[in-house]
């Protein structure tokens, strides 16, 4: 199972970035995909997750109304469409899947993890 994620970069403050992640390997629309970010030193912190289908979508409120997480099973992909950005919003952000096809909150419930890209938003 591979998780490449893709599309992070600079970017002023109020600019936009898309990230992708695209999974070879799994039976990807089985499982349901989120994203997170970490910073050094802290913690993964739920960004976004999307049901097995995209019905369903849940966002962290720091990102809701700013964040668009999407999904094309017919690609395996799963996107991340980041606008109004802030500079609190650099991290590392990773994709990830779970087999139990909820969306979880909690980064230990996910299964597959990709590695990771930078996005940095300058002010």
């Known amino acids: 199972v591979q998780l490449q994620a893709s599309g992070g970069g600079l970017v002023q403050a109020g600019g936009s970035l898309r990230l992708s992640c695209t999974a070879s390997g799994l039976a990807f629309s089985w499982y349901s995909l989120a994203w997170f970010r970490q910073a050094p030193g802290k913690e993964r912190e739920f960004v976004a997750g999307i049901s097995r289908r995209g019905v369903t979508t849940f966002y962290a409120d720091s990102v809701k109304g700013r964040f668009t997480i999407s999904r094309d099973n017919t690609k395996n992909t799963v996107y991340l469409q980041m606008n109004s950005l802030k500079s609190e919003d650099t991290d590392v952000y990773y994709c990830?899947?779970?087999?139990?096809?909820?969306?979880?909150?909690?980064?230990?419930?996910?299964?597959?993890w990709g590695q990771g890209t930078l996005v940095t938003v300058s002010s």
């Open positions: 990830a899947a779970g087999s139990s096809g909820q969306i979880e909150r909690r980064a230990i419930l996910y299964d597959h």
